[in-house]
């Protein structure tokens, strides 16, 4: 009998190997009891006994676990390989700590309760493993209060629209949005909200600290059949082949704009140079990035292109046409 349809290779390789060292430990139980305690069914159990047969160190019959349950009750024999629960590594043990330890400060956490516990039996399983873990810092993204946080995780859980008034750095406006939530996810150093945008018809990555308001509607939010979750594996910024690479030179006071918009490399200025970076940047549309240099008010420029440089010269030359002259 095969697995439960629903059931992942991944779910179904966990269980046996939690099963084996447990079923060694307990010759002779009886299958309907193994079975309760295992939490599966009888023939649940039946299956996976079988599969044992195939499993092993080796090709060979004396290299494969032994599993026979003729007459009710449950042997499993050669099978020392494993006949003991996984034990931790320094490594293990120090990247589960110190996740749960970033996990519990993360804002709007309704389960910190059940985190703390796990830390502690984690802490107390690992002994001298999870020292290294106390040397360790791990840095919880940041970007938008905690309640609009927490609001937008409610929203994911219950399933529930929300209401974005969300500001597009490209076209420098806000927005006003209805999404449906697909999950919340902290990415380099940022939280976003994933979502079904129902003003752009397609999933939407929103960089919380950018939402001005966002509100829960009383609205079922269960995303349409095609909205699927983007690969953020590679990061959220995702440049086009036809994209300008624009770089610009930032003074002191002028470096949040690396912090805020998607760079593709940041270079440090010496302070004999006036200190500040340069970086470069890939942009679809140069028109809020004129807007952007002349609020900056010199503490910013381009280098290059040459004609983006010209563009932002010629459009500053415009702005202070428009103003009088002192005595005329």
């Known amino acids: 009998m095969p697995s439960t349809p629903s059931?992942?290779?991944?779910?179904r390789l966990g269980r046996l190997l939690t099963m084996v060292p447990w079923l060694v430990n307990r010759q002779g139980i009886d299958l309907t009891r193994a079975?309760?305690?295992?939490g599966v069914s009888v023939a649940q159990l039946e299956a996976d006994l079988r599969l044992l047969f195939l499993c092993g160190y080796g090709q060979m019959p004396d290299e494969l676990i032994e599993a026979d349950w003729e007459g009710g009750r449950v042997f499993v024999g050669n099978a020392d390989s494993i006949a003991r629960p996984l034990r931790l590594g320094v490594d293990e043990a120090v990247t589960l700590v110190v996740g749960l330890r970033a996990l519990r400060e993360v804002p709007g956490?309704?389960?910190?309760?059940?985190?703390?516990?796990?830390?502690?039996k984690l802490e107390a399983a690992a002994g001298d493993a999870a020292g290294p873990a106390g040397r360790v810092r791990a840095e919880v993204a940041q970007g938008g209060d905690a309640e609009l946080l927490a609001r937008a995780r409610r929203a994911v859980a219950d399933r529930r629209r929300?209401?974005?008034r969300y500001v597009v750095p490209a076209r420098d406006e806000a927005t006003e949005r209805d999404v449906d939530p697909m999950r919340v996810i902290g990415i380099d150093g940022q939280w976003y909200?994933?979502?079904?945008?129902?003003?752009?018809e397609d999933t939407r990555l929103f960089?919380?600290?950018?939402?001005?308001s966002l509100d829960v509607l009383d609205v079922d939010g269960t995303p349409p059949p095609q909205a699927t979750e983007r690969d953020l594996a590679e990061g959220t910024f995702r440049p086009a082949p036809d994209d300008v690479v624009v770089t610009l030179r930032l003074l002191p006071g002028a470096t949040w704009v690396s912090d805020y918009y998607a760079v593709d490399s940041i270079r440090e200025v010496t302070a004999a140079d006036g200190g500040g970076e340069v970086v470069t940047l890939r942009t679809a549309d140069t028109a809020w990035l004129r807007r952007l240099l002349w609020r900056l008010g010199g503490r910013g420029w381009v280098l290059e292109p040459a004609d983006v440089v010209a563009e932002v010269r010629e459009g500053a030359a415009d702005a202070l046409a428009a103003y009088p002259v002192p005595g005329d």
């Open 109 to 120: 956490l309704d389960e910190r309760d059940a985190v703390d516990r796990a830390l502690a």
């Open 35 to 38: 079975a309760a305690d295992l």
């Open 207 to 212: 960089r919380l600290d950018r939402v001005e």
């Open 7 to 11: 059931e992942s290779a991944t779910a």
């Open 193 to 200: 909200l994933e979502g079904w945008c129902h003003r752009a």
């Open 162 to 164: 929300v209401h974005l």
